[in-house]
């Protein structure tokens, strides 16, 4: 069934129909796009409200998400920014995949809807300018058979008049003849355009108006197949984004699952310990062998009274919870040895100092770094004059031993507090190719030089070539030689234009990589000789 054959007296009908389809498309796109709106804003509310209870950095909040608990919240605010996310994303596919496609359909169907419409206009216009012309020489026919059959009714009323004049009664016969003659002419006029009007409705009922009702349907068919892939659409895009928001909502779960009471009241024991012995009980003071010596021994001089005795452990009781007072100002200029951390609790004391010495060990180990590559540019410099003059690095050298005595003597100092605190001095050191004089590893304290050893005469001796008997190090890329090296002095290596070595150090900055043949020889070569491409 189509609708050119079932309704085609129904134009008014279908143009209705159409246009209503019509107005559900922009009907559905505007809900569509006020139903982003409402996720842009739930989105844009949920970041604000993650932001707003997320801890600032360096604030009470952050550093108490050592305790599970704690870091659990801060999973849970991180899953509900992601959750967000997932709504912006809902949001922007519904806008990109629904309300824009379907607006852009939409002004396609318009125009076919136009075009049909109009095409059904003019047919119609041209069937009713024909049945115009039909009427029209209908009546031209029916006025001139009506004036036919007078002119003949005079003739003969004309031939029988015995008055008239033979001239008389010609003339009639002629004025009969011309009009009969003008009324056949009216009638075969009518007759063709009664044909034509006949075959342009038959044309207009059965062919053109089916066709143009027959494209309005099939117009209306796919706008409704293209509302149902907008209403599924709609569903398939929040699907979509589905198993990310599940994954949101199980990483809530295990944020809650890796809570852990008991390690927290671990934590809150490592951080707030004190170290203090609990406080021994109270000594009994006997007032009355003071009276009974006063009775007695009067002679050897006043006795104490209670209160005096009282004043000499008044101060000795121990107060659980501490409460600062401002009628106590002679504490609060009492001066705080913040260096040694004297005024904090023994076991934190330790963990302070402990925590100083492992920084100051690492920062020793850059310094030492440092001082070693200093060495070697130098070394260098020294054997080929053309890449720099060696006493352009003397500043920097002597800045580096400065630096290195420094640190040693903060790193003694607070290894002797550590001690004085009860504590292991487990520091943290890092060995080093350190050496002495003689081009020797120092056996003194691992990773440092020797106390009686000038630094600044360690940096000057050449580094020892002892790569055969470490560990090789994996590649971390790979380089080809702009220029020829001689490799003359100690520790670096030669190479020839357009070589590819294996890069096993990168540059720490003293402009010198660190490379290996595919022998197994290995040393170092300026940066700038060479392109260097390091693995990701």
């Excluded at 997932?86 to 396609?108: F, G, P, S, V």
């Excluded at 190479?495 to 900055?509: A, H, I, P, T």
Aim: proline content about 4%; charged content about 30%; glycine content about 6%.
């Amino acid at each position: 069934m189509d609708w050119g054959t079932e309704l085609w007296d129904q134009y008014d009908i279908l143009d209705k129909h159409t246009q209503s389809g019509l107005d559900l498309v922009e009907k559905y796109v505007k809900f569509v796009k006020e139903r982003t709106e409402i996720e842009q804003n739930y989105a844009k509310q949920l970041r604000n409200l993650t932001k707003k209870y997320s801890p600032k950095r360096g604030s009470k909040e952050e550093q108490e998400c050592r305790f599970s608990n704690h870091q659990a919240f801060l999973d849970i605010l991180n899953e509900m920014n992601d959750y967000a996310g997932q709504r912006e994303l809902i949001a922007e596919n519904m806008m990109i995949n629904i309300c824009i496609e379907l607006t852009k359909y939409l002004q396609d169907l318009k125009q076919e809807r136009k075009m049909h419409l109009s095409d059904a206009k003019k047919a119609q216009q041209s069937l009713e300018g024909t049945y115009k012309q039909l009427d029209i020489s209908k009546k031209r026919f029916e006025r001139e058979w009506r004036e036919a059959e007078k002119a003949t009714q005079n003739a003969e009323k004309t031939d029988q008049d015995l008055n008239a004049t033979k001239a008389d009664v010609e003339k009639a016969k002629q004025q009969a003849h011309m009009r009969t003659h003008i009324a056949e002419e009216c009638k075969n006029d009518y007759a063709a355009q009664l044909q034509k009007y006949n075959k342009e409705q038959n044309q207009f009922y059965f062919t053109d108006m089916p066709l143009i009702f027959n494209n309005l349907q099939d117009m209306d068919e796919r706008r409704i197949k293209k509302m149902a892939q907008g209403y599924i659409q709609f569903a398939d895009t929040e699907r979509q984004v589905m198993p990310i928001i599940g994954k949101c909502l199980e990483g809530i779960t295990r944020a809650g699952t890796n809570v852990n009471e008991r390690n927290d009241s671990v934590v809150v024991i490592e951080q707030h310990k004190s170290g203090f012995e609990r406080p021994g009980d109270l000594e009994f003071e006997d007032y009355s062998q003071g009276i009974n010596r006063a009775s007695s021994d009067s002679s050897l001089g006043t006795p104490k009274g209670p209160l005096e005795l009282l004043g000499k452990n008044k101060n000795k009781t121990f107060r659980l919870f501490n409460k600062k007072s401002k009628f106590a100002p002679e504490k609060l200029k009492m001066p705080v040895d913040t260096e040694g951390f004297t005024h904090l609790p023994p076991e934190q004391r330790r963990k302070r100092l402990q925590q100083k010495i492992d920084d100051i060990s690492k920062e020793l180990q850059k310094e030492m770094d440092q001082s070693e590559a200093l060495g070697k540019m130098k070394d260098v410099y020294e054997k080929n004059p053309q890449m720099g003059d060696p006493a352009s690095l003397a500043p920097q050298i002597t800045q580096t031993a400065q630096n290195m005595e420094r640190l040693r003597g903060d790193l003694n100092k607070y290894e002797s507090w550590l001690a004085e605190a009860g504590g292991r001095g487990d520091s943290i050191r890092y060995s080093t190719h350190s050496l002495n004089n003689n081009g020797a590893h120092n056996p003194s304290s691992p990773g440092a030089l020797s106390d009686d050893t000038d630094p600044s005469h360690a940096i000057y001796t050449e580094f020892d070539d002892d790569f055969e008997e470490e560990e090789l190090a994996a590649p971390i890329g790979q380089c080809t030689a702009l220029y020829n090296f001689p490799g003359s002095s100690e520790g670096t290596i030669s190479m020839q234009e357009g070589e590819v070595l294996s890069v096993v150090e990168e540059d720490k900055g003293d402009g010198w990589t660190r490379v290996r043949r595919n022998n197994g020889d290995e040393g170092y070569i300026p940066t700038s000789y060479a392109t260097i491409t390091l693995n990701k």
